[in-house]
Every structure is written in C-alpha cells, then in structure tokens.
C-alpha cells in the first residue's frame, strides 16, 4: 500500500476556490500511488474550539473529532491547503488542527499555498510553517504556491494556460520530497518508538 497522505483543506466560503487546488493535489498523489484522502474542514465541521481532543475523558470526545484523530494518527504524512485572509490563515482550517497535538507528531507535513492575487498566498504559506512546526510536524522546505488561482486550474482541478504548466512543472519535486520525508519518519518511527 503507498503511503497515507491526508490533504487537509479549510475553506469554508460557498463559493470556495481552493477546492481546485486541493483536488489536483489529491488526484495528483493518487496517480503516484499514495493512499491518500481529501480533509475537507467545512465537512468535518468541528464546532469552534472549547476542549482539544485530549481534554475529553477517553472515548467521550465527539465523534467527528475521534474519527478525524484516527485518520491523523493513522497517516504518514500530511498537505495543507493554505489560502490567505488578510494576510493571515483561514480560520476554518486553523481551528481544524488546534483541536489536535500530539495526534500530529513525528509526521512530515508540506503546505501548498493559493490565493486569488499574485501573491499566491505567500504570507499564509509562511505563517503555516510555523504553526505546523509548533503542532510537531516536520515541515518540508518544498512548498507550492498558486495564483492567481482561477488563472491556474479549472472547476474540475485540471492545470490551465501558462501558470496552470508551471505548477505542473513543481509538483513533481513537491511530491518527491514529500515522499522521501514520509519514508524517512516511517522508517524511523519504526526503528525507534517516539519518546513521548
Ligand atoms: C476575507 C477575505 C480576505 C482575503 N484576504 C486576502 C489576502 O490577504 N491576500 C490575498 O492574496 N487574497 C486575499 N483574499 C482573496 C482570496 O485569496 C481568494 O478569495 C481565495 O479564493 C480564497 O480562498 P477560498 O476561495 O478557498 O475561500 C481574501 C479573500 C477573503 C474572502
């Protein structure tokens, strides 16, 4: 079986457009033979954060959270999905992954960013680094930034026009990296239990 990648996307705008972006990644990990599923915040729809996961008495944490922890402890490696509010992260998303800690550790995690300018959602590329290194991800140095997104794929996820080749063109050493830091934690978790 290939490795387990969760896809984690926040938006939860009617007329949401990283959608686009989150389906290429995930058709794309596919084709290269991941195991890999689409965390779509806006369904999971946790309620605003009042206790994280582990604050609850075992087996009384909702359901949703519970099942969306298993998924997280069972995966390998991690996306995010990273679009940009003024200059910041989505909350959607960003409240998705306080509900969580150590379900997180000692996972590789890599962030493609979006927006609808040219800017391509650099600044909440950046503010996600740190977040996901304070939650105990590894993050990877290779990123994806996309935009303007609606220049770039299609309803459908399908790369379009010049911008929609280019991120055809990095997305091969995207997943390249990604996959050789999925292996590297596999193989370590497997050497040696995590301490903690
Ligand atoms: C509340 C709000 C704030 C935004 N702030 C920024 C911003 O700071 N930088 C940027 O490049 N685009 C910004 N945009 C444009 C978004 O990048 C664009 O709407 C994008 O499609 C949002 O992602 P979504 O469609 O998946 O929700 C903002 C959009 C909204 C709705």
Redesign the pocket.
């Known amino acids: 079986m290939g490795d387990r990648v969760l896809v984690f996307y926040g938006?939860y705008?009617r007329?949401?457009?990283?959608?686009r972006l989150a389906d290429f990644i995930v058709a794309r990990l596919a084709a290269r033979g991941a195991d890999v599923e689409l965390i779509d915040a806006k369904a999971v729809d946790l309620p605003m954060l009042d206790r994280m996961r582990k604050e609850y008495a075992p087996g009384t944490a909702p359901p949703a959270m519970e099942a969306l922890a298993q998924k997280i402890i069972a995966a390998d490696a991690f996306v995010f999905v990273a679009?940009?509010?003024?200059?910041g992260q989505?909350p959607g998303l960003k409240n998705l992954t306080d509900h969580f800690l150590e379900e997180w550790f000692w996972r590789p995690a890599a962030i493609a960013s979006y927006?609808?300018?040219r800017?391509a959602?650099a600044r909440s590329n950046s503010i996600w680094h740190g977040t996901l290194s304070e939650m105990g991800m590894a993050v990877i140095s290779s990123t994806i930034s996309v935009g303007p997104?609606g220049q770039t794929l299609d309803a459908q996820g399908q790369p379009i026009g010049d911008a929609g080749k280019a991120l055809e063109r990095s997305f091969g050493r995207f997943a390249d990296d990604l996959a050789w830091w999925t292996e590297a934690a596999r193989e370590q978790r497997a050497r040696k239990a995590p301490p903690y």
């Open positions: 938006s705008r007329d949401r457009m990283g959608i679009g940009e509010y003024n200059w989505q927006s609808g300018g800017l959602g997104i």
